[in-house]
Every structure is written in structure tokens, then in C-alpha cells.
């Protein structure tokens, strides 16, 4: 015959139980910082250009409602943003002015949990721009200066953080011209083949256009999109 648990050993496990989650909820309540920087993508520019409520913003609602969120901030993105520009902010240790404490971006780095990124795009665009004439070895030869200068930022960045870094590829626009679907394609390889990142790929985002993209003259993604890639963060992070 089973014996049965006394009422007063179910009130005592029943107390470790709630210890147990009141610890949990103390230690890992409102303890994420989370840095989101980048070009337009980053952002959280829509389809028709303008900069709105993107993925990071997604992302920060998710740990917000996790009951998780510390501190949230995208004030270091910018829309030209390259990865030249990025490595000098974090070398000079930019601050923002909107931001009220207004320390440096050194600091928002050594401070954060988590950090997203988006860049190289831009670099890519201007400097097929400089090619009068382009070719397959000039395009490999952009594609090896911008895998260095990303490496270098990378390193940069190293210097303060040390967790996981999120780098989310790039669309593939093929009414851009030839070279620079190409070169995206190349790009997005890069970053995914860097041991030192965790890469989120967009790629399936393209399979439905209809969805993800408002405007098909645009490569940034509606709402829907970015709330996809910020789900898809949110799992990785999560794992």
C-alpha cells in the first residue's frame, strides 16, 4: 500500500518550491542590456525608407514582457553606417546625446548582455560605386577588404564585450544590379562562416516577398519581417 505524503511534508515542499522561484525571479528579472547597432537595417527601417519599429525593437519587447529587460538602446545605429565608421565610434568612444547618462559607447559595450549588429551593406554599395567597370576579381577583392575590416571591428568590440554577438545577414535585392547581389550573397557567407559570431540568416525572409516586403522597390522589411528576425534572435539568445 502507498503511503500517502504528510500535509505537513506537502506545506514544506510546497515552501521550497516558492523559495526556489522567488530566488529565480531575484536573480534574473531586469538583468539584460541589450545594444543594437548597425546601419538601416538595425535601425529598424521599413519598407518605404523610414526608420520605425525594427527587430531590435521587437527583441526588446520580448525580454521586456520576460520580465527580463535592464536596459535597451539603438541610438548608436545610423543609416550610413559602415564598418569603418562603427570601429572608430567604439574607438572614440562616441556617446550619445540621447541618451540621458550619456556614457561612452566603450562603456554601453562592457555594460551590455547582448548586442545585434548590421553592417557592411553600405560599404559594399559604395565601393562597387568607385569601380567604373566592374568585374568577378574586383568584386573578390571587396569582398577580402570588407572580411578584414570586419575582422577588425570584431576584434574592436572584443576589447569590451565579451558574450554572444548577433550579426543578421542582408536581404539579396536582385533588382539591384548583378555585382552587388552577388557581392550581399558573398557578404552574408562571410559573416557566416566567422567562428566568433553567431549569424542570423534572412534568406528564408526572401522566399515570401509578398509578406515580408511591403514595397518590392525596397529591400528593408515590413513589420512582419522584422519581427520574424527578432523571434528568430530571441530563439538563439534563448538556446
Sequence with gaps: MKKLISPKMQFLFFIILISIFLIYKKNCSNNITYLSLGDGYALGTNSYGIADYGYSDFLKDKFKKQNQLKFYTKDFSNKDMSIKMLQSNISNNEKSERLKHKIGLKEELQ?????????????????????????????????????????????????????????????????????????????????????????????????NKEKFFSNPKSNYYNSKGHKDIANKIFTRYSE
Excluded at 548583378?178 to 552574408?188: A, C, D, F, I, M
Design 111 to 207: 555594460n551590455a548582455d547582448i548586442i545585434t549588429i548590421n553592417v557592411g551593406l553600405n560599404d559594399l554599395k559604395y565601393s562597387i560605386l568607385l569601380e567604373e567597370e566592374m568585374s568577378y576579381n574586383k568584386l573578390d577583392l571587396i569582398i577580402n577588404k570588407l572580411t578584414l575590416d570586419f575582422n577588425d571591428l570584431i576584434k574592436e568590440i572584443r576589447k569590451y564585450y565579451k558574450k554572444d554577438i548577433f550579426v543578421i545577414g542582408y536581404p539579396i535585392n536582385y533588382l539591384e544590379s548583378y555585382y552587388l547581389s552577388l557581392g550581399t550573397r558573398k557578404l552574408n557567407e562571410v559573416y557566416q562562416k566567422n567562428r566568433d559570431i553567431i549569424f542570423i540568416s534572412t534568406s528564408y525572409l526572401e522566399q
